[in-house]
């Protein structure tokens, strides 16, 4: 999508109100529309991703996003897959002495926080193609990483702290 013919838009109504009133005010409006370019962009970027999430939203079972290439956002549209999502795996079991499983924290799906973020291309190809494999979108796969990656233990290990632990033994060289 190009943005620059609405930036212009808002270049020349900007101008246009300023040329009402004094050189000063015209001079003012100028050296604002000389550097309008990047906010503007910004702001019309953050309106079609908000834009983006509502569409996806209320959308039953696809999406839509917004890709940056080069300095102008391209609208990606994703249709549901017809085959259905693969069983979640069972949560793991209780630890022993546990009075009841913990409380699972992560929301139903009816809100939806939103978050940037940004990843060297690499890995946003490798983790688009882990999606693909499993047949989800890229953000319901993120979705289910991150929920996976802060559950309780959730399978690994708790790094337990060094200090004031005293290690002892033999090296050889």
Known sequence: MELTQYVEALRHDLLA???AGTEQTRETARLL??????????????????????????W??????????????????????SYPAPPAPPPPPPPPGADAAPEDDVEDG????RITLRLPEALK??????????????NAWLVR????????????P????????????????
């Not at 190809?125 to 890229?138: C, N």
Request: net charge negative; aromatic share 2%; glycine share 10%.
């Open 17 to 19: 109100a300023a040329a």
């Open 110 to 113: 009816s809100t939806a926080a």
């Open 60 to 81: 039953d079972g696809g999406s839509v996003e917004i890709r940056m290439h080069g300095r102008e956002p391209h609208v990606v549209v994703t249709a549901a897959e």
């Open 158 to 173: 708790t790094p337990q702290p060094l200090i004031g632990r005293r290690m002892t033994g033999y090296a050889r060289g």
């Open 33 to 58: 529309a000389a550097t309008l370019d990047p906010s503007a962009r910004l702001c019309l970027v953050d309106a079609l991703s908000a834009l983006a999430d509502e569409v996806t939203t209320a």
């Open 125 to 138: 190809t490798r983790a688009e193609r882990a999606a693909a494999t499993e047949g989800l979108s890229v």
């Open 145 to 156: 990483a991150v929920a996976a990656a802060v559950q309780p233990s959730g399978g690994r």
